[in-house]
């Protein structure tokens, strides 16, 4: 970007991306500098030469002067574009990040849920090894649900046992 200085009256003081335009009225230099005159604060956006132009305007009371920043709107959105698409990249990271843990997380809280729900089926079905243990050195509430199915499938066993001594009778 740049800055011009254009007096009140319209005349321009210094334009350094086009000296041939200093000292003549901003009247005459065509279309989007007339644009430049009429500009009296803060900013705004304007054409020069086929190019779009963010503009910021101060006036000074005390010279008269209007001191014109310009900056190609491109530009100025070039770095919000760049940042946007690598929030957008992270962001995409992330997501894959967290769904890849979350996939992780859920068979390694699921797969012991389903053994013991597979044990118990087994047993219902009248199928089940009584021998079979789940693994119960979690510290979690799954290992908790394992030693208590150990528990339970050792109860039975006990009781199975116990029971093949006696002699049925029909």
């Not at 200085?5 to 319209?10: A, D, L, R, T, V």
């Not at 321009?12 to 003549?24: S, T």
């Not at 430049?36 to 020069?48: H, K, N, Q, V, Y």
């Not at 100025?76 to 996939?103: E, H, P, Q, R, W």
Request: a negative charge.
């Amino acid at each position: 970007g740049y800055v011009m200085i254009i007096e009140n009256s319209g005349n321009v003081i210094a334009d350094p991306r086009h000296p041939d335009n200093n000292l003549k009225p901003v009247s005459s230099l065509g279309e989007g500098y007339q644009d430049l005159a009429s500009i009296t604060s803060d900013s705004s956006e304007i054409t020069l030469g086929g190019v779009a132009y963010t503009v910021n305007v101060y006036s000074s009371p005390d010279l008269r002067w209007k001191f014109v920043g310009l900056i190609e709107t491109s530009e100025l959105l070039a770095d919000g574009k760049s940042m946007a698409t690598a929030i957008a990249m992270a962001g995409l990271i992330i997501i894959a990040l967290c769904s890849v843990l979350g996939f992780t997380f859920t068979g390694l809280i699921v797969a012991p849920i389903q053994a013991a729900s597979r044990r118990l089926q087994d047993i219902a079905a009248g199928e089940g090894d009584l021998t079979q243990r789940l693994d119960d050195t979690r510290r979690d509430e799954i290992g908790s649900l394992a030693k208590s199915f150990n528990s339970f499938t050792h109860s039975i066993q006990k009781i199975i046992s116990g029971c093949s001594g006696i002699k049925w009778e029909r």
